[in-house]
């Protein structure tokens, strides 16, 4: 089976579980992957948001009930973190919405979100508009950026023989070299 058979048969699911957490890449390789044909763009955009909203679902509800007790571990972030839920109460909407595209607080977002106690009947549609939003957004970037690597992705089959050739001579080198190692501590 080639690459573009995987991709077809389970890129869509690969597409949901990529975008649960930290998905930009993925979603702009779902793009890409729309552009070559081997997907379609709206069954693209969907799995994507559907990945995001559950991913942030699981850490908002992770923040609602576990929250105070994490965020107090963080006693040098404590203003800040009260900063930031001061600011989730008065402006939900640009909150939930925009954590999504902040760099690295893709994570911590939902569960401050969870932990300030913000309802789920404002949560749930704001998390759904920012999930639709952020992979329409990331999904025609990388439908866009496929005409760019498209010359570089019809060979990617072959890119990925020696990548993996190479991947498998470096741990057995690393594996070997660690075993010499500890059997000439052993010795002494």
Known sequence: ?????????????????????EGETVTLLGGVAAHQGLLR????????????????QGLYLLGRHFGGPMLKRFKSQQQKIEKAQGLIQRHPWL?????RFMYGFRIIGPILIGASHLPPKIFIPLNIVGAVVWALLFTTL??????????????LDQHLKHWAWLIIVVVLVIAARLWMKYRSSRKK
């Open 1 to 21: 089976m080639d690459i573009h058979n995987l991709i077809s048969h389970y890129g869509y699911a690969a597409l949901v579980i990529g975008s649960l957490a």
């Open 142 to 155: 990388g439908y866009l950026g496929g005409e760019a690597i498209a010359p570089w992705l019809h060979n």
């Open 95 to 99: 909150f939930v919405i925009g954590t």
């Open 41 to 56: 763009f709206w069954l693209v955009v969907v799995s994507v948001a559907l990945g995001g909203m559950i991913g942030d």
